[in-house]
């Protein structure tokens, strides 16, 4: 199994900050990985994938880079609408597996 | 626009089989550039893949579940489906189905809105 292990858990920041929450895997994955915003009583979106490809229609401010084991995603300036919890997963191996989420709260 | 849409029952007791199904609408179950997928949240904890299915019926298990997991697609139905074998409370949790692409980096792109489904007595 390919574990995926994300940092920080819990990350405290104010609108107009910069963000980035790191990923890493216990193995090599390529750049299959891929990051995803999940708010309460909703469905997860699609940020990033293939570790720096902007999904359509997500802001500019999201940014993914890394490959082979480390990776990040960036939030360049905080937005209100931002504060959520954030995963990464790695689809290298089936089924893809998850890192813990990293809740991104208000300062 | 492509939706997933779960059902089943919402409440499950120990030691039965919860039963799931996602109806997919706006596009074909059919297409061989997507794959299946079923992935859970128990409350306050995060993501877990449970395991997924091309169309053609390959599938591909979370190791942890493997005993006790089936799923299988009906195309003529448009909908694929999930057995979990077994429950106990551990089980209790918002389960989602979800679409996969099967190129780039191979991202979840289209969610259904989950289900809550509770493993109690």
């Known amino acids: 199994d390919i574990q995926m292990t994300q940092s920080p858990s819990s990350l405290s920041a104010s609108v107009g900050d910069r963000v980035i929450i790191t990923c890493r895997a216990s193995?090599?994955?390529?750049?299959?990985l891929n990051w995803y915003q999940h708010k309460p009583g909703k469905a997860p979106e699609l940020l990033i994938y293939d570790a720096s490809s902007l999904q359509s229609g997500v802001p500019s401010r999201f940014s993914g880079s890394g490959s082979g084991t480390d990776f990040t995603l960036t939030i360049s300036s905080l937005q209100p609408e931002d504060f959520a919890t954030y995963y990464c997963?790695?689809?290298?191996?089936?089924?893809?597996?998850f890192g813990q989420g990293t809740k991104l709260e208000i300062k | 626009q492509l939706q997933l849409q779960e059902s089943g029952p919402g409440l499950v007791k120990p030691s039965e089989t919860l039963s799931l199904t996602c109806t997919v609408s706006g596009g074909s179950i059919t297409s061989s550039i997507y794959y299946w997928v079923w992935i859970r949240q128990p409350p306050g904890k995060g993501l877990e893949s449970i395991g997924s299915i091309y169309y053609s019926g390959s599938t591909y298990y979370n190791p942890s579940l493997k005993s006790r997991v089936t799923i299988s697609v009906d195309t003529s139905k448009n909908h694929f489906s999930l057995k979990l074998r077994s429950v106990t409370a551990a089980d209790t949790a918002v389960y989602y189905c979800?679409?996969?692409?099967?190129?780039?980096?191979?991202?979840?792109?289209?969610w259904g809105q989950g289900t809550l489904v509770t493993v109690s007595s």
């Open positions: 193995q090599s994955i390529s750049s299959y």
């Open positions: 997963q790695q689809s290298y191996s089936t089924p893809g597996s």
């Open positions: 979800a679409r996969a692409t099967d190129y780039g980096g191979n991202p979840i792109d289209y």
